[in-house]
């Protein structure tokens, strides 16, 4: 599966972006797609996920509240809707898809495929 991020960029601390994932290639194997991110310095962090063949959604309880996730099934594409930006919200965002099962969503060890990543700069 081929994984394309975009809508990243700078925004103001209390603004909103929002990022899409666009999927090609063995998609009807995909179990959940997720989102995780990693700040300089830091270990890459579980976002949220959901599953591709029903509503499961799961996010971090850091993000739970501010960040939406959603997909569209018939264009193959995941969005992550991120509102009330922190500035410790920075950091490169990927979209990840796997097989992995319903134990899957939070451990970035289980996605197999990863996109290039996107930079989400907060401005205070």
């Known amino acids: 599966v081929q994984l394309v991020e975009s809508g990243g960029g700078l925004v103001q601390a209390g603004g909103s972006l929002r990022l899409s994932c666009a999927a090609s290639?063995?998609?009807?194997?995909?179990?959940?797609r997720g989102w995780f991110r990693q700040a300089p310095g830091k270990e890459r962090e579980f976002v949220a996920a959901?599953?591709?063949?029903?509503?499961?959604?799961r996010y971090a309880d850091s993000m739970k509240g501010r960040f939406t996730i959603s997909k569209d099934n018939a264009k193959e594409t995941m969005y992550l809707e991120m509102n009330s930006l922190k500035p410790e919200d920075a950091a490169v965002y990927y979209c990840?898809?796997?097989?992995?099962?319903?134990?899957?969503?939070?451990?970035?060890?289980?996605?197999?495929?990863w996109g290039q990543g996107t930079q989400i700069t907060v401005s205070t």
């Open positions: 290639g063995e998609t009807v194997r995909t179990y959940a």
């Open positions: 990840a898809a796997g097989r992995g099962g319903k134990n899957m969503y939070g451990t970035a060890g289980k996605y197999t495929d």
């Open positions: 959901i599953a591709w063949f029903d509503t499961t959604a």
